[in-house]
């Protein structure tokens, strides 16, 4: 595919690496149910509406995004909305593509992939499952020939544990592969997971007591794991004034303002467990409205214009 | 929902992550402990303040969970996949040698915390030890945390495609009794363990023979644990209950995993929403005006305006059309949900739905 021309607005320079210019890379995690493909994907559109070329990758064999926006997602990239391309990368697809670099005869990689001890292999070894993703995540910053014509790729990654494993994958197989191909390849992965030029990771968290907990833990975690501090995204807030009424229990809207008082004392406690992590160890809080509407489409823009709004008052 | 407690005596509670599956389990525990039965909830890596309700945060044993008053009587227990996995081999090892050899290879060791199926092998060999036991009447599992409901079935056919003994027999380097077929699995086992040597170094492969020799004593009792779990499962005593958030896409997730678990054989009793909306949320226009108003009337405009957004949307998505035929939606609770007594309060509510 030939180079496109560079987008014309302002866009963050493109990080270098080994020389060469490179893409970089948006991690998304959090716990599971909190909205997390959902801010991927809205992460996705605001680089695009920042002139950059993105790829959305969503992980695993089936498709989330598929089904919530019409579309067909497989190995490789359909677009969605300009500047933007989904793909969901399974693990047989993203070995074969690994496994075919390295073996000359692509044959033979095909007739090992389809080999039952392999796959009972790879089913046995997790690490090398994750290893191929990330690999394919990571491949044009390994492999001066490997092209993807893109600015930055938003991978909707797994849910808490998953990711942490697929964070610390690559340096339990160093340890496994002492060396050759794959010793070097975790080695260099861990480098690139590490650089904060070229990843970011962001933790999407709503102001429950549970996700918050899950998410300063993963906050450390991350930053254990990588040096690089998340930054984190409180989903589904309301708006609500500081002060709300208290109202005589008979009165219609009673229970209403009882919740509204609940989840108002709930964002308080949230926001301020997340900012007593301090920034040193977590980025600063994004907050993101709950929005209220069914449509896919509608809600992805919307939270997107929340991200555009937190990115200006960053800035 | 009674029936579902009365004529079970397993109950398997699936779903994807986030959805309040622990939480579930553990009401539909103590909705049976009501009803008079005793009855055991497994769960998986539940949230500090739900562990502390039911008394198992420090203890790595069945516990009967304290200051309760039911009618029958309610136990809890942890499922810890590495600890419980080393117990296993533990008791199926022939020798001690075979024990230290395999807790002392890498890839055991990241094995026992991530090979995939792990986590669900050992909640199903701790459900079956229960489940026949005799100690109980009833036990409820929560299952392992996952992206999909479905990766709960598949995991035990994963894990024994890993020790299927034939995969073992031939990377140990025995090859009797499978005939013709012999030459060309030996060829690809050559090519399989070529093409990793490329990739790993030799160490790897190694670590991984290793592993497959300490292995194979055990791999029997493996497969034979995970064939009687999966009779378990198939049994018609044996409930699947699926339980899923009120949004589009899990609802989907759910439909499919419905099918497939009815053509699996499972018998899936009855599909829970949870915190469909928010207990406040208006029956119809009527009410939804008639609460609007009395916030104007109490000056709260910024207040009512929010309350018509969100209603709208509440009932909006109460109306979502699902396929599922026996359906249970859940209300938010109001409160949140400490102690014993919040637990009794949703059982309660779940078992007063449909």
Aim: charged fraction near 20%; charge should be neutral.
């Amino acid at each position: 595919m030939a180079a496109k021309k560079r987008p014309t607005q302002e866009t963050p320079a493109r990080p270098q690496h080994g020389g060469r210019s490179v893409h970089r890379v948006v991690f998304v995690t959090g716990k599971g149910g909190v909205g997390k493909s959902a801010v991927a994907a809205a992460t996705a559109l605001q680089m695009a509406r920042q002139g950059q070329r993105v790829l959305l990758v969503e992980l695993g064999s089936r498709s989330f995004y598929g089904p919530l926006l019409g579309l067909q997602v497989g190995s490789d990239a359909v677009p969605w909305r300009p500047g933007v391309t989904i793909a969901r990368w399974d693990v047989e697809s993203s070995l074969r593509e690994y496994l075919g670099h390295y073996l000359v005869f692509k044959l033979a990689a095909e007739k090992i992939l389809n080999n039952t001890i392999m796959k009972a292999l790879v089913a046995a070894a997790p690490s090398l499952a994750e290893l191929a993703l990330l690999g394919r995540v990571m491949a044009p910053m390994r492999h001066a020939w490997y092209r993807r014509d893109v600015d930055v790729v938003v991978v909707d990654a797994y849910a808490t544990g998953q990711f942490m494993a697929l964070l610390r994958a690559p340096r339990g197989l160093a340890q496994t592969a002492a060396s050759g191909p794959m010793h070097s390849q975790s080695v260099g992965l861990t480098r690139l997971l590490s650089d904060a030029a070229i990843c970011e990771y962001r933790l999407v968290t709503l102001a429950e007591e549970l996700p918050i907990a899950e998410a300063c833990e993963m906050a450390a975690g991350i930053l254990a794991e990588t040096g690089v501090a998340p930054r984190v995204y409180c989903n589904r807030m309301l708006d609500l004034a500081a002060w709300l009424p208290a109202l005589p229990a008979t009165d219609l809207a009673a229970p209403f303002v009882a919740a509204m008082v609940r989840i108002a004392a709930h964002q308080h406690e949230g926001l301020a467990a997340l900012d007593a992590l301090g920034r040193s160890r977590a980025g600063p809080v994004c907050r993101l409205p709950l929005v209220p509407t069914l449509d896919a489409g509608a809600m992805l823009e919307a939270l997107t214009d929340a991200l555009d709004a937190a990115a200006g008052v960053s800035a | 929902m009674r029936r579902l407690l009365q004529d079970h005596r397993v109950v398997v509670c699936t779903g994807s992550g986030g959805v309040g599956k622990t939480t579930t389990s553990a009401a539909l525990g103590v909705a049976a402990a009501r009803m008079g039965k005793r009855v055991l909830v497994l769960t998986i890596d539940p949230a500090r303040r739900l562990a502390t309700t039911l008394g198992i945060a420090n203890s790595a044993t069945d516990v009967r969970v304290p200051r309760q008053k039911f009618r029958g009587e309610l136990w809890a227990g942890t499922i810890d996949p590495p600890r419980i996995f080393a117990e296993y081999i533990e008791r199926h090892a022939k020798d001690r040698a075979t024990v230290d050899r395999l807790f002392n290879n890498t890839l055991y060791q990241q094995l026992s915390t991530t090979l995939s199926g792990s986590q669900e092998f050992t909640a199903l060999s701790k459900l079956l030890d229960a489940a026949t036991s005799g100690d109980y009447d009833l036990v409820v599992l929560d299952t392992p945390p996952s992206a999909h409901a479905a990766d709960f079935l598949r995991a035990p056919a994963r894990l024994n495609a890993v020790f299927d003994s034939t995969i073992v027999s031939l990377f140990m380097g025995r090859t009797t009794g499978l005939g013709l077929a012999t030459m060309a699995w030996k060829r690809s086992v050559k090519l399989v363990l070529g093409a990793l040597t490329l990739l790993t170094g030799s160490s790897f492969v190694t670590t991984f023979n290793d592993f497959f020799s300490a292995i194979d004593a055990i791999a029997p009792d493996i497969r034979e644990t995970s064939l009687r779990a999966h009779a378990l499962l198939l049994d018609p005593t044996t409930a699947f209950v699926l339980i899923s958030s009120l949004d589009a896409a899990k609802i989907q997730e759910g439909q499919d995993f419905h099918t497939e678990l009815s053509c699996a054989g499972y018998h899936l009793k009855t599909v829970i929403i949870n915190r469909a909306w928010p207990q406040w949320t208006p029956e119809d226009n009527g009410a939804k005006d008639r609460t609007c108003k009395a916030l104007l009337a109490q000056d709260q405009a910024a207040l009512a305006g929010l309350y018509n957004q969100l209603s709208g949307f509440y009932m909006e998505r109460r109306s979502l059309p699902t396929r599922f035929a026996d359906v249970v939606m859940v209300p938010e609770m109001e409160e949140d949900l400490i102690g014993l007594e919040a637990l009794e309060k949703l059982a309660a509510r779940l078992m007063s739905m449909a």
